[in-house]
């Protein structure tokens, strides 16, 4: 998904040449496979958006330390190597309970497979690689229509012809758009300001409160429901919160993203009407 926006969104700008490699070109657990194609391309920047997601992580940990933390790692030693720089894409998944938004400074708290997974290649990629720029990211959407994690576009599917759905309204998050990321990681490359980042459009909301605007954005009039989140039964022991802010950003003079409900009445306009969406 992130991929997907990251690709074409570079590929817009002038000046880079983008070479994006799908797992089946490339498994980022694979040392030759990474030293070989970062040899064939000699890339300045590797961005490495490979990952195992949440409940996978709970349902099989030796994979999730593989491909999250092993992964970044060698992506990491690799570009040091070969002097490129690397952006390895965390999670703002490292927190707690307290609904607050949490920033770069705030001491992590790793509940999941998934956070605890995450975290490790974080530390690799501080470890292994010096020229490093470590994104935290919010609740993600974006992608084509038809990518399988695109938040918004299944929540706008399943509410179609309901007149009520049901949403959690004890998570808290930052709803983030995959293009305004793109844009950030882009100014974060004009500066040489490595290090850590929260990148998450501003604010945040609950689970039920994202869904409410989804569905007002598309013009829906579908009530939804809060529920409690234990009605929703998932693998992992997920944060209450996950809402982010980023002093980093400012500090290092790169723009802090749109609030949240800006970001996604606008990526909503821009699918709105595509084929296949309904
Ligand atoms: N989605 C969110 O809400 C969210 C929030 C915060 C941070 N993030 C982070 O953002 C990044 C991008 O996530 P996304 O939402 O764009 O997920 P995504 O669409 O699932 O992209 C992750 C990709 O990694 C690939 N992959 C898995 N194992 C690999 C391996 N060993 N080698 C190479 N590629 C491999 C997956 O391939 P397959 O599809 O073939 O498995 C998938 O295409 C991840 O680092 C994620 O942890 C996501």
Known sequence: ??????????????????????????????????????????????????????????????????????????????????????????TGGLFGDEVRAYDEYEPVSLRTAYARSKYAGEEYVRQFCERH????????????ITHRKNFVVARYREALGKSVVKSACDKHGSPTCARDVATTI??????????????????????????????SAFGLDTTVEDIDS????????????????????????????APWNEALSRYVESIKGAEGLA
């Open 1 to 90: 998904m992130l991929a997907t926006d990251l690709e074409a969104y570079l590929r817009s700008k002038a000046g880079y040449h983008v070479v994006a490699l799908p797992r089946a070109r490339l498994n980022v657990c694979d040392v030759r496979e990474v030293e070989s194609a970062i040899e064939a391309c000699h890339p300045s920047v590797v961005i490495n958006t490979a990952a195992v997601h949440v409940d996978d992580c709970e349902a099989s940990p030796d994979d999730a330390f593989r491909v999250n933390a092993w992964g970044p790692r060698i992506v990491a030693r690799a570009c040091e190597r070969r002097g490129a720089v690397v952006v390895q894409i965390s």
């Open 133 to 144: 720029f470590i994104l935290r990211l919010g609740w993600l959407y974006g992608g084509g």
């Open 230 to 257: 234990s009605h929703f039964p998932r693998k992992a022991n997920i944060p209450d919160c996950e809402m982010l802010t980023s002093f980093n950003l400012g500090y290092a003079g790169v723009p802090r993203l």
């Open 186 to 215: 882009h100014n974060l490359f004009e500066t040489d300001a490595y290090g850590l980042y929260h990148v998450a459009n501003e604010g945040g909301c609950t689970r039920a409160e994202y869904v409410r605007a989804i569905l």
